[in-house]
């Protein structure tokens, strides 16, 4: 493949790092004894982190790379309040009750992480600017369309469909067949909410382990003296 293949100036890593350096810690040995080891330093391990912390539990952070080296410091930062999959098909799997819970959790969250970062003072670009789901084809604005006019009971959100003619005033662009907006939905900097969770977990009797590999028995991380069915947050890869 042709080394031309990128543009000049391309960079191997997200641009936004730019406005938040990514901070590379040294490694520390995993203490002797804890009451609970998290597995991955992403936003799901560092809010568990913070939240057992706070419990007064003695927590250990593990993780392979540098602290947030994995989704939370790269993705693109839009807070919605959609769970993955969509509700029938979460209904399939695990019935309409259990799927309801969790999509409902998906509204809890949205305004969860609102109440947490201003509770925090983290400065991370929160804003509530609204989402331009946009479609690329009339197949795709068609379902757009339908989806917000057949949304399951109990689990609406609010949303208006954009006709393609009518989206210039939206996103300032004819390029797509039209769209949905969600005005409610957020962004925040993916990478300074990520710095934010680091600086409140840290103080915290809690032990960031950089270069700590685990297996599912945490074998290659933990010391001999950590029970070995020690309680293991484990992040999806
Ligand atoms: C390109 C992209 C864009 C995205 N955009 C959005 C978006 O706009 N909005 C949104 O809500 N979500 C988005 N996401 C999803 C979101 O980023 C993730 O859901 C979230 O960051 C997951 O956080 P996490 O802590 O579970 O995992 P991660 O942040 O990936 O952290 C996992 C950590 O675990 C470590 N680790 C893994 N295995 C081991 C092991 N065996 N031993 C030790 N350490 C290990 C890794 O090194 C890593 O640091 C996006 C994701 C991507 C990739």
């Not at 080296?69 to 969509?86: D, Y």
Request: aromatic share 8%.
């Amino acid at each position: 493949m042709s080394a031309n293949l990128f543009a000049g100036g391309y960079k191997n890593q997200p641009y936004w790092w730019e406005a938040a350096p990514q901070p590379s810690l040294p490694p520390i040995a995993p203490p002797a004894s804890c009451d609970v080891a998290v597995v991955g330093s992403g936003y799901t391990g560092l809010c568990a982190a913070i939240e057992l912390a706070r419990g007064g539990r003695h927590v250990v952070v593990l993780d392979a790379e540098d602290a947030g080296w994995g989704c939370s410091s790269r993705n693109g930062g839009q807070v919605s309040t959609s769970i993955k999959p969509a509700f029938d098909e979460l209904a399939g799997h695990h019935g309409k009750e259990i799927a309801f819970g969790i999509r409902r959790e998906g509204f809890n969250a949205l305004q969860w992480i609102e109440d947490f970062i201003r509770a925090e003072k983290i400065e991370c670009n929160w804003e509530r600017v609204g989402r331009f789901h946009g479609a690329h084809n009339t197949a795709a604005f068609e379902k757009l369309a339908h989806d917000v006019t057949h949304q399951t009971r109990g689990l609406e959100v609010e949303a208006h469909v954009v006709a393609k003619n009518e989206q210039r005033s939206e996103i300032g662009t004819d390029r797509y067949f039209g769209g949905v907006v969600f005005p409610h939905h957020a962004c925040l900097h993916p990478a300074k909410y990520h710095l934010g969770l680091l600086a409140r977990a840290r103080p915290r009797a809690l032990s960031l382990s950089p270069a700590a590999r685990c297996s599912r028995s945490l074998a290659t991380a933990a010391p001999s003296s950590w029970p070995r069915r020690a309680a293991v947050c484990r992040p999806a890869r």
